[in-house]
């Protein structure tokens, strides 16, 4: 082994270690939960009839998932301090893993919108097809002409 192995794989440092795996565990679980709440007002927005709505919705989406996140965490660690101070006068400091968690809740809630937008389309174009399976089976809800192509009933 390494001379400097014990030295450096002690308890102490395992413990650390530990630690840091427990709170991006934490941090996982937590962006996942509060992004899916806010995949779930984005994706209502994007479903409006409204148009402003609708374009606040992509907006967010495409802002969200077409910058780095790294970018993100940057901005919300370093700007929003900043804007925070000269609105209110004094020197705001924000803890990091509140930094973290709402970066990572913001980004996983763009992504989070666009699965659930992409899997309401397939319902709405495909849903009656898989249901009408499903109920009544292949030959009652379809009927092919001579090219082998599907045609409505």
Same mark, same amino acid.
């Given at each position: ?64 998932? @077409?910058?780095?996140?790294? =970018? ?7 700007? =929003? ?15 990091? =893993?509140?930094? @973290? ?17 992409? @899997? ?16 009544? @089976? ?16």
């Amino acid at each position: 082994m390494f001379p400097a192995f014990s030295k450096v794989v002690t308890l102490e440092n395992l413990l650390i270690l530990l630690k840091g795996a427990l709170l991006s565990l934490g941090l996982a679980a937590g962006s996942l939960l509060i992004g899916l709440a806010i995949a779930i007002l984005i994706a209502l927005l994007r479903f409006s009839t409204k148009k402003i709505c609708h374009i606040i919705a992509n907006i967010y989406v495409e802002f969200f998932r @077409g910058t780095p996140m790294l =970018v993100q965490i940057m901005y919300l660690f370093t700007v =929003v301090p900043i804007v925070i101070s000269l609105i209110v006068g004094h020197r705001v400091r924000i803890n990091p =893993v509140i930094v @973290g968690l709402i970066a990572l809740s913001l980004n996983s809630g763009a992504y989070q919108a666009e699965y659930i937008r992409g @899997g309401n389309t397939w319902l709405i174009s495909y849903g009656y097809d898989a249901l009408c399976h499903l109920a009544t @089976g292949f030959q009652t809800c379809y009927s092919f002409n001579g090219w082998g192509i599907r045609d409505f009933d």
